[in-house]
């Protein structure tokens, strides 16, 4: 992610806030330390902000520059710990939700760790098609199943 789509990004957030009600253009460029004219230049894109102005505006908005990142993008760079030694790897047990919506899986999003061999895993990204090859993770599913009794028919 560039300056430029940082910049939007904060955009966005600001308009979202604004029309939300949380936050008017004047108490931001009060905050900010900008007259009101040059928050609605901002907004409007007639005018950017330096990257000092965009740090003072992140911090009046308790934002971090992690808030504005697009997940996706944000877990592609993320740096993630290696891999331990060993024949076992955890794989993060996650809710439906988050296994078929979440374009990142975050840490809070884990209700356990399941331990699966190592080699399983090598396996199945090896008979994976090409389209698949880049995909860097794993989804476990629960099945809780009740008892099933017969019905004596």
């Avoid at 005018?47 to 003072?56: H, V």
């Avoid at 944000?74 to 060993?86: F, I, K, W, Y």
């Amino acid at each position: 992610m560039g300056f430029t789509a940082l910049s939007e990004a904060l955009r966005r957030e600001v308009s979202r806030r604004i029309e939300s009600g949380e936050l008017t253009g004047t108490e931001l460029a009060r905050r900010v330390g900008f007259t009101q004219a040059h928050i609605s230049n901002f907004l409007n894109r007639k005018r950017g902000l330096k990257l000092s102005a965009l740090d003072r505006a992140l911090r009046a908005l308790d934002l971090t520059i992690y808030d504005l990142l697009d997940p996706v993008e944000a877990a592609r760079h993320a740096a993630v710990p290696e891999s331990q030694p060993g024949d076992w790897v955890e794989i993060p047990l996650v809710g439906a939700e988050a296994a078929a919506a979440s374009p990142a899986i975050v840490e809070g999003q884990a209700r356990e760790r399941v331990k699966y061999r190592r080699a399983t895993l090598d396996r199945i990204q090896e008979d994976t098609s090409s389209a698949r090859k880049a995909w860097t993770r794993f989804v476990v599913g629960k099945f809780i199943c009740g008892s099933m009794r017969s019905s004596g028919r």
